[in-house]
């Protein structure tokens, strides 16, 4: 089965309040919680052709919000006043901002992996292997906690958990003197500095995995493990045994990988079936996989099942922002291996929203139908929904610590204005969404669920536009001497099955393509089982429609 992931920001999914302010605090924006994410919601979203759903910042993290005998966290490490998820403060625990009751927050997240099991959703959560919190605590397994044992003077050492600096000289961060840390460390993005710039990863301390990234010596053999190897192990273990059925891997280039090797292997004696995505950079100067040239290869040899495709999300969206050309994207098609062990997405957590008016060219939530139409559709690798995106929200105006920036912001509390309309009360009938709305969500359920037959599952893919740019008919516009600007097309199929599909997708945010013939090669024919047509005619392809056509059937 094609993995197709709806990542759900709890903290803001569930959040009825239409009145937030800027860098408000719980009481005055609300919050999301588990219990909002009741049986009717996840049957839609499994409706809507999701296999998994990416619970995204469940665990415990540093928050200016204080409860009784959990005080709030010093501002000078928050970004945000909810802060940010991925500064983890317990591993083993879940934020409280998520529970109704407090006390019983373990219990309520537990109840809600039960429901998505019902409706038949496995459960993702995010593991964050590279740092932690600076205010990391764990009060659920306080005798695990990280730093218990370290030997505080050394740099890098194979029994530290943390890279420490001189103890002689105090530790600022942006906002002042930080005298809660002892000794200074680290910060989760690799600054070797005891006064980090607002541009830092400040609010974290990297984790040690016997790798000293300033030198690049590793110490990973010997009769003892890195200290970090087993203590992440027990987190993996604790949360598999919570009923979590896989994890997204935060930044897991910047981790060894020969860890990941390790560790996903003890996962999968646990749980044969575990999912692991990869959220990983080739690019990124961080990477630390000893062939640095090639994490892909590197993660997909240690276990990963996938791994973002960073690259055709940046070569899609220069369509609509640097010049780039439908005929730019054929380079994904002749690395197979990639193409179908990639999960492509159009929105995350930490990109900005295709229907923001200051991205993408400003052209709306309907260019989110042919980008799809494409990253989805064109290997057999994972795709990944954030919830909002199928509704086609903005993200307008600024929402606290990140500005106006064209994204949902992770670091505060806030909620999904067009994500409201469906969620509706907690209703989930989606009755305050526009006509447009409605068949833009319907259109991403047709196409999710398309996705899972023969062809696109587990066959392969031929490009079309190369053969065809010297056809005249081919979507070429006025003043264009070579077709493939905003048309793109490509077949999927598969042997097994003899099913096979035509893609066919009009990138162009506003113009209309008459005429449109659609030329196969005899190499494409042939590929097809000597498919009989030479060619396919269409009348018109409408701004950002995607059209979807089986060729053949499943004998």
Known sequence: MKATTYQLFVRHFGNLNTTCTDGGDIERNGCGKFVDINTKALAEIKKLGFTQIWLTGVLEHASGTAYPDRPADSDLILKGLAGSPYAVKDYYDVSPDLAVCVDNRLDEFKELVQRCHDVGLKVLIDFIPNHVSRAYDSDVYPERNFGRNDDVNLFCDKGNHFYYLDLAHPLYLPGGRYSSEGPPRVTGNN????????????????????????????????????????????????????????????????????????????????????????????ADPMRVTPRRSDVFKELIDAGFNEMYDSKSYDLIKGLYESGKWANDLDDFIFDTERLHSMTRYVENHDEVRIASPHHWGGHGANIGMPVSGFLFGIGCGGCLVYNGQEVGERALGSQGYSGDDGRTSIFDYTAVPELQKWVSGHSYDGSGLSDEQRELREWYGRWLNVLQEPAFREGETYGLNSFNNDNPHYGRLAGENVSGHWLYGFLRYDKKSRQAYLVVINFHPTETMHNVDIWFSKNARRWMGDYEYESMELDRLKPCEVMIYCMRKVI
């Not at 300033?214 to 598999?240: C, H, I, N």
């Open 191 to 282: 600054a070797v500095t005891h006064s980090p710039t607002v541009n830092e990863w400040y609010e974290t301390v990297k984790l040690n995995y016997g790798y000293d990234f300033t030198s690049g010596v590793s110490d990973f053999g010997g009769d003892k493990r890195p200290a970090t190897w087993d203590e992440m192990d027990l987190v993996l273990a604790y949360w598999q045994e919570m009923g979590v059925d896989g994890f997204r891997c935060d930044m897991a280039h910047m981790v060894p990988s020969e860890f990941w090797k390790w560790a996903v292997g003890r996962a999968r004696e646990r749980d044969s079936g575990v999912y692991f995505l990869a959220e990983a950079y080739p």
